[in-house]
């Protein structure tokens, strides 16, 4: 089993700045790649970034070039450094691992609760 604790969403202002983290303990060794998706209301749920252990990253096109995702592999923890916020990226973000890839969704093995992110005009 692996806990997943998500932290840093909020509300910002268009323009501003988020840093969502999410750190991972239990069975966290088994981990190969970490990322989040998000889900705005009335829409699918969405990749916005992913990383794998070796550091290889993955981004949706709406997000490339404003978000950016690390991670610590000694704190088994990733972060996604959101700027340049905008109000369609008001969601809630969902912090997820995988033994393979979080590309593909039946990959994924643990969701995090999710976080809100809400960005005003």
């Known amino acids: 089993q692996v806990q997943l604790v998500e932290s840093g969403g909020g509300l910002v202002q268009a323009g501003g700045s988020l840093r969502l983290s999410c750190a991972a303990s239990?069975?966290?060794?088994?981990?190969?790649?970490m990322g989040w998706y998000r889900q705005a209301p009335g829409k699918q749920r969405e990749l916005v970034a992913g990383?794998?252990?070796?550091?290889?990253?993955v981004y949706a096109d709406s997000v490339k070039g404003r978000f950016t995702i690390s991670r610590d592999n000694a704190k088994n923890t990733v972060y996604l450094q959101m700027n340049s916020l905008k109000p369609e990226d008001t969601a809630v973000y969902y912090c997820?691992?995988?033994?393979?890839?979080?590309?593909?969704?039946?990959?994924?093995?643990?969701w995090g609760q999710g976080t809100q992110v809400t960005v005003s005009s």
């Open positions: 997820v691992t995988s033994r393979l890839t979080i590309v593909v969704r039946s990959t994924i093995d643990y």
């Open positions: 239990g069975s966290s060794y088994s981990i190969t790649a």
């Open positions: 990383i794998t252990r070796g550091g290889s990253t």
